[in-house]
């Protein structure tokens, strides 16, 4: 018999009745279940002395698991450690889950312990775990039916969920506009799109106290000129991003989704017949993705345009020659940057 160990300890050996080091062993098994043999990994305690093998009851329930997890597997559903896990993403208790769902009140308890799910109900769970906007939309029907507490905590959980799966569409979608710029290495800057620091830059700028009156034509006209004296100093952009030279300066492709990202401090202001959008960020930062030298053309940047108004760096931008030579709404080119005014 084929057997691998795992762990040893002296105990009282119920097969031979003395006390001695007893080894835990997994073993490949083939049983039959559902009328079908399913191969699985079942763990034993091992006398030596008697050369024999038994299980106590944690084994022998977590051998029944393993045994009905081989047969999910198969299946194409969801195992016990499967379904437990989309309980916990939520951080919500097996019988509030049954609520929700309007399943008895053991069912989960059930599916995470013995009793294989049927089909409709395995994909009733899979939905939760893929759509917390519907796991949303469940808590708010059940919401009078949960303690306080516990409804504040699982709307956290989920809000937060929705939230990140919302950032990796859009992630995405930004990454899908980008697609036909690769290659195109006078045009991105000979930097493939990195959104992390596109987030980071945004924020470094937001942080900083001495960027004033920091909005959105504002913003875009200082993240081309970061990229572009990076290029100038080092032979590659920071960001990856592809600029476009529109009636304001440059602004990058996929602007409107950019400043949408989680971790963009954007606050959008009632202007009155119009909104603008504003970035500020309190407090020291920490940067992840940004690297030192990233962070000394940045600050180089802010040293010459920092103190700006919006109308300023626009006449400044439109001097340049990377936009004089650029088409209306075409994409400018990173050959320019060497003719940098900064």
């Known amino acids: 018999m084929n057997m691998v160990y795992k762990e040893s300890k002296k105990i009282l050996c119920p097969c031979c009745m003395k006390e001695h080091e007893v080894d835990t062993v997994q073993v490949k098994e083939e049983t039959l279940f559902k009328n079908r043999l399913f191969n699985y990994y079942a763990n034993y305690q091992y006398c030596n002395m008697a050369d024999e093998l038994y299980a106590d009851e944690t084994q022998i329930q977590e051998n029944d698991i393993e045994l009905k997890n081989a047969y999910r597997r198969e299946e194409g559903l969801l195992t016990s450690d499967e379904i437990a896990s ?68 699982y709307l956290s959980e989920a809000s937060a969920l929705f939230m990140k799966g919302e950032d990796i569409y859009l992630r995405k979608a930004i990454e899908a506009r980008y697609a036909k710029y690769r290659g195109e290495n006078l045009w991105d800057g000979m930097k493939k799109l990195s959104l992390d620091k596109v987030v980071e830059m945004i ?43 529109l009636p304001m300066g440059a602004v990058p492709i996929a602007h409107d989704s950019i400043i949408d990202l989680d971790g963009v401090p954007c606050e959008e202001v009632d202007m009155g017949e119009s909104s603008a959008y504003h970035f500020t960020l309190k407090g020291r930062q920490k940067y992840k993705y940004l690297k030192p030298f990233d962070c000394q053309i940045l600050d180089e940047v802010i040293d010459k345009l920092g103190k700006m108004s919006r109308d300023e760096i626009v006449s400044f931008m439109h001097k340049e020659r990377a936009y004089i030579e650029t088409e209306p709404r075409g994409i400018i080119s990173f050959e320019y940057a060497k003719d940098l005014q900064i």
């Open 203 to 245: 924020r470094y700028y937001a942080a900083s106290p001495q960027v004033d009156n920091l909005y959105k034509v504002k913003l875009m006209k200082l993240m081309w000129y970061a990229d572009a004296l990076s290029f100038k100093k080092r032979g590659f952009a920071i960001t990856g991003l592809v600029y476009q030279a």
């Open 86 to 153: 989309i309980r916990r993403k939520y951080g919500i208790t097996q019988s509030d889950l049954c609520l929700l769902l309007g399943w008895g009140a053991k069912t989960i308890t059930r599916y995470e312990s013995h009793q294989v799910q049927d089909r409709a109900h395995d994909t009733i769970l899979k939905k939760i775990d893929n759509d917390p906007e519907w796991f949303l939309s469940l808590l708010n029907e059940a919401k009078y039916e949960l303690p306080e507490e516990a409804y504040q905590k």
